[in-house]
Every structure is written in structure tokens, then in C-alpha cells.
T-cell receptor, first 112, second 113 residues
């Protein structure tokens, strides 16, 4: 079955710096890749997603890139702010009604 | 628009008891997914319900079960609770037109003593 690896497990940056989180997946049939942000005591919040027919997607300070050949995708956050501090999860699925397979998460800390 | 809601927020049970967790999807969504988030194990897929039917289940024993009601809300039942069932149980919903896009609720934190 699908396996998603996520790195790093923890990331600490200074406010204003960029943060990059990387994920690799094993199932070449996966075609949908969402990213979730989970704050303490809350459920995961969808922040951006990308489908396999697109190589990059941006939404303000957040961008996601996908390399289908290498089977990896990355989350880029620019101009980080303290409120970006949270645990970020990547996931992959075959799309449609398939389950999401999640990475183990990255705890991002943005220091003021 | 109201998001996914779950109840209760916290639940404390003892080993061997049964737990029932509830989820109301976003209005108009017909699919409900259940995930377990245990410490150190990330989010693990449990069950998927769509149009009242169980469509898929993850690698969990049969004592994890559930159902979906005609109004698309869902219930997760965990029988014969074990200590390792202690976790955050998350419900997500998606629409029939965009099933892969799942929106999560705040979760139910289950503690088994």
C-alpha cells in the first residue's frame, strides 16, 4: 500500500524566514496531495492541495511543488509568522474516494 | 457555513467498556471518514462511509465499527476498549463532486483507563 515519508520531523525558523517541508510517496497511482495544518487542540485544517496534472500551486505565502517522476512534493512557506507555528501534515491519495495516507507530521516553530 | 462537528470533545472510559463517538458532516457532504490520531503514530485511516454504506476500512480490528445515518451524520463505535485505543478520533467529510478533498472536525479525545 501507499507509504508517505515526511521530513523534517521538527523545524525551527526565525520570523520572516522561509520554511520547507518535504514528502515522498510510494504509490505511483497517487494523484492528489493535500497539506494540513494542525494547531494544538484542533483538528487538521486543509491549507493547500495539488493534483498530479499540476507541478506547482501558490496561495499567498504558501506554495506546493510536485515532482511525479521522483514521487516527492514539498510545502514552502515564505515570510513566516509566529502564527504559522503548528504541526503540518502531508498526505497522498489516488483521488476520488480513496483514503488519505498521511506523513508523520512536521512541528514548525516560528521564533519571533 | 458550519464545519464538521464532533461530540463529545472528550471521553473517558475504562478497559472493556464501549465508546460511541458522533460526527456531523458539512452540509451537503455525503462522505464521512474516520481517522485515529494516536501519539507517535500519525493519522491512521479507520473507516469511510458514503450514502449510508461502509465503503472501505483500514487495518483495525472488527471491534471498531460504525454507521452512517440518512442525514449523513455518522457514529463510530469502539467495543471492548483497550488502553492503546486512547487517541484523538477525527472525522472528515467530503462532497460527492470532490471526494478527495476532506475537511476535518476538531476530534474527540478518548482516554481509556
Amino acid at each position: 500500500g501507499e507509504n508517505v515519508e515526511q521530513h523534517p520531523s521538527t523545524l525551527s525558523v526565525q520570523e520572516g524566514d522561509s520554511a520547507v517541508i518535504k514528502c515522498t510517496y510510494s504509490d505511483s497511482a497517487s494523484n492528489y496531495f493535500p497539506w494540513y495544518k494542525q494547531e494544538l487542540g484542533k483538528g487538521p485544517q486543509l491549507i493547500i492541495d495539488i493534483r498530479s496534472n499540476v507541478g506547482e500551486k501558490k496561495d499567498q505565502r504558501i506554495a506546493v511543488t510536485l515532482n511525479k517522476t521522483a514521487k516527492h512534493f514539498s510545502l514552502h512557506i515564505t515570510e513566516t509568522q509566529p502564527e504559522d507555528s503548528a504541526v503540518y501534515f502531508c498526505a497522498a491519495s489516488r483521488g476520488g474516494s480513496e483514503k488519505l495516507v498521511f506523513g508523520k507530521g512536521t512541528k514548525l516553530t516560528v521564533n519571533p | 457555513e458550519a464545519g464538521v462537528t464532533q461530540s463529545p470533545t472528550h471521553l473517558i472510559k475504562t478497559r472493556g467498556q464501549q465508546a460511541t463517538l458522533r460526527c456531523s458532516p458539512i452540509s451537503g457532504h455525503t462522505s464521512v471518514y474516520w481517522y485515529q490520531q494516536a501519539l507517535g503514530l500519525g493519522l491512521q485511516f479507520l473507516l469511510w462511509y458514503d450514502e449510508g454504506e461502509e465503503r472501505n476500512r483500514g487495518n483495525f480490528p472488527p471491534r471498531f465499527s460504525g454507521r452512517q445515518f440518512p442525514n449523513y451524520s455518522s457514529e463510530l463505535n469502539v467495543n471492548a476498549l483497550e488502553l492503546e485505543d486512547s487517541a484523538l478520533y477525527l472525522c472528515a467529510s467530503s462532497s460527492s463532486g470532490e471526494r478527495e478533498t476532506q475537511y476535518f472536525g476538531p476530534g474527540t479525545r478518548l482516554l481509556v483507563l
